[in-house]
């Protein structure tokens, strides 16, 4: 086994000063969030560390440079949800696995207990503080921490059972019958999109897998039933057949995996507050998809930028982009033209069409950077 050098070293902490910057600011609140000007000041130094990392380190293992782009791009956006449209100290408590109350920051609902921000500067805030760094899907907490005597509120849980988890063969049925029918060319073609979306799951269901191993241990191990990993950390990829019921949307609103929902919806309800007058609702929840699109879009973008090989980040920003305007264009035009019942049969047809005529923007911008080729994961500084 290779040593670690020390520009692995130095890569490796200049990758994690942006987040590391943001916990900082969420353990000591009464400097970072004292006013607009500290929020959007430590909003600013965040963005500019995640650029520095993007423009200037070299990672040469292609799935570790493009993931490094992604997230470092992510935290920018998920700084901004927790500095600008949130003040989580204030408002957000976190799932505990014990029976009652230990600290006094902690307080019961029904048989479970939560915890709000502790307000000592300790293990426990640092502890907290990290739980929410790393609580994308903000699974496990609730919004509106209450005041003595009231009870917070709190997202439905998701109850899921085992037995009743998506089959895992759908996806290869669904390819298999979609190339059928092309010619060998663009069955290459086809088969070539199909390895990008089929080698992206695996990666993404084994992190979340880490996750439920890690759930199920203390689930286990817990003297309290009140952690239940089904309802509390529900599973981030949702049923197919939401393809089959409202087609392009389903897929990238219900099927495909929710690890950065929130923190888009929340950035965009930044940018597009949600609004009651009829005159501007639609208008404004067209501009919410837009935008949540958009930043799937530029977090691709940094991860593309960060590839060792020749690639075209815009490639995989227009993805996003086009995905965007067919879902505006399906909700607002097909779905009031088409009858249900035949859209539930042109749904998965139009979708599989669809991501086969847009899918290499991605998947060919990916190949050119290297992700299909294996390279050793030494990083250093360009």
Known sequence: MDSINGDTIVAATWALTPPAILLTALNFPGVFYANSLTRTSTLAAVAAASASVISALKIDDPSVA????LLECWIVIWA?????????PAEFARLRWHKAPRAPEEYSREDVVWQGFPQQVSLARLAWTLDLLISFRRVGWVLEKPQAGQEPKQQQPQKKSRKHKPAVGVLPAILKTAVDYLTLTGLLRALHVATWIIASVPFINFCHSCWMTIGEIGQWLAPSAAYRSWEFNPSPWGPIGAVIEYGLAGLW??????????????????VFPRSTNPKFKALFRVGRVFWSFLLSGFIHFCGSCMLPGKTQPLNELLFFILQGAAVAFQVSVFDRVVSQRFRRILNPILVLAWLYVTGPLISEDQRAGGMWDGVDSRASVK
């Open 66 to 69: 493009f993931m490094t782009g």
């Open 80 to 88: 901004s949800v927790l500095l600008l449209r949130f003040n989580p």
């Open 253 to 270: 609103g219900a099927t495909w995996h929710n690890y950065f929902k929130f923190g888009f919806q929340s950035v965009s309800d930044l």
